[in-house]
């Protein structure tokens, strides 16, 4: 067995909302993939949707990586920003994966051009600088919001599609789209992607899916970050943050 954290930074999440996302991922995953949804430690957002948010929330999330690292083989970032993705990879040893990461390099693979749905107008420019750190900017042809501020996604409803739908099918007979995804883990979740796909005709990418996968399968084949690239913090400086590190003893050796 294969056990998966789906850490959501931020607060709030409620808990129906919570049993029902594990719920979604376990059903995406294969048998052998065991996924918890793990709320990050607060203060932090009830949602995130700015850069502020964004810093706000990744304190938490290591902290509370920290505490339930042992308990899991993988993590996932549970938001599409994959907010504090090199501060985690610095603090863990389990591979660390972050949807919008594996989401765009995807993209990339299946198509030469794509275009990223965004949540708001607020957030189209956080995703240009994504498809940048990602080396895909020439790749990413349009970021193209929806207008759906997080806490009012609410399962996607048919409104919220039909706005997915017509700004899917503007990317792809205007843009030159040829794939596009969600860029928000409560669209994902949602679980409207098929349909989504089967009315633009072009690949319409699964962030959840392919994040979890990709977790469960790193863990399964024993791959992790670089130390190289992402060296382990000195933890005896991080008193303040993690409490008693057990690296710091370690790391004294």
């Known amino acids: 067995m294969v056990d998966v954290c789906y850490l959501v930074p931020g607060v709030g999440l409620p808990t129906k909302e919570k049993q029902r996302r594990e719920r979604v991922a376990n059903d995406l995953t294969p048998s052998h993939v065991d996924v918890t949804v793990v709320e990050a430690e607060g203060p932090g957002p009830t949602s995130i949707e700015s850069a502020v948010e964004e810093y706000w929330c990744v304190v938490g999330s290591m902290q509370t990586a920290h505490e339930v690292e042992s308990a899991f083989d993988a993590l996932v970032i549970g938001c599409f920003g994959d907010p504090g993705i090199r501060a985690l990879r610095e603090l863990l040893d389990i591979p660390v994966v972050g949807p919008a990461e594996t989401t765009i390099h995807t993209a990339a693979m299946v198509a030469d051009r794509f275009t990223w749905l965004t949540i708001l107008d607020e957030t189209v420019p956080m995703s240009h600088e994504q498809a940048h750190e990602h080396h895909l900017s020439e790749r990413c042809v349009s970021v193209r919001s929806v207008d759906a501020p997080v806490e009012e996604i609410d399962h996607c409803d048919d409104d919220l599609v039909e706005r997915m739908v017509t700004e899917g099918r503007a990317a792809v007979e205007e843009d030159g789209a040829e794939a596009l995804f969600p860029g928000c883990m409560s669209l994902s979740f949602a679980q409207r992607n ?51 590190a057990p690296g710091a003893a370690a790391d004294d050796d």
């Open 194 to 244: 098929d349909e989504i796909e089967e009315r633009v005709g072009v690949p319409f990418l699964d962030p959840a899916s392919l994040a979890l996968e990709q977790a469960a399968t790193w863990a399964r084949h024993g791959v992790s970050q670089s130390p190289k690239t992402y060296p382990a913090p000195k933890f005896e400086k991080l008193e303040g943050l993690l409490g008693d």
